[in-house]
């Protein structure tokens, strides 16, 4: 089975910190995706990688950046928490073999005070 | 029960009976559907995917229908029980986006027992 794990379940940071949030993917896949998901407003993408080193933005990347050093590993960093980071953040991967689903991991759900 | 029109955030079924969910979709040429389950606390899981050139897929319990006339997605859960209940995702890929996915902004199914 595919394993996507984030660092922490529950994060909580002040307004002006910078967060690192961290996704491992366990199955070699080639695409990993960052979104943040909010009440009513589904789950928006806001950076994806299609290989090491490689990002794309997505729909909503104001405010944050990503690293993806290794294929396994793709961190979503915000610069400078704003209290409208407060979300739930979800990582996913695909392989991008003739399939276009995706693996989530358990979402990390930050509170910036 | 079913959920009608775009979208319904909320749809309450008693167990036992057949969930009908409702999904709009926005691109005439997106050529990928995959529907998600979410259960409270955790990441969406993949429930069944359809590509554009079929009409019905089947799996177990539920059914997936296209109608790519009226741009409209539909989960079929039969025998709902109450495990059931969680918010459902609908998602597609756009024909140019590569490996993305966009996502509707879900539906809440909760099962009365």
């Known amino acids: 089975d595919v394993k996507v794990t984030q660092s922490s379940r529950y994060l909580v940071k002040r307004t002006g910190e910078k967060v690192f949030l961290e996704c491992v993917q366990d199955m070699d896949h080639e695409n990993m995706f960052w979104y943040r998901q909010d009440p009513g407003l589904g789950l928006r993408l806001i950076y994806f990688?299609?290989?090491?080193?490689?990002?794309e933005k997505g729909d909503i990347p104001e405010g944050y950046s990503v690293s993806r050093e290794k294929k396994e590993r793709f961190s979503l960093i915000l610069e400078s928490a704003s209290t409208n980071q407060t979300s739930m953040y979800l990582c996913a991967s695909s392989s991008g073999q003739g399939t276009y689903e995706q693996y989530f991991g358990p979402g990390t759900r930050l509170t910036v005070t | 029960g079913e959920s009608v029109g775009l979208h319904l955030p909320t749809l309450s079924v008693q167990e036992g009976d057949n969930s009908i969910i409702n999904c709009a979709y926005s691109n005439s040429a997106s050529d990928y559907f995959i529907w998600y389950k979410q259960e409270s606390g955790k990441g969406p899981q993949f429930i069944i995917d359809i590509r554009s050139n079929m009409d019905k897929r089947q799996g177990q319990r539920v059914t997936v229908l296209l109608n790519k006339t009226v741009k409209h997605l539909s989960l079929q859960i039969a025998a709902t029980q109450p495990g059931d209940s969680a918010v459902y995702f609908c998602a597609e890929n756009k024909e140019t986006s590569g490996s993305r996915l966009t996502f509707g902004e879900g539906t809440q199914l909760t099962v009365n027992p």
């Open positions: 990688s299609y290989d090491v080193k490689m990002k």
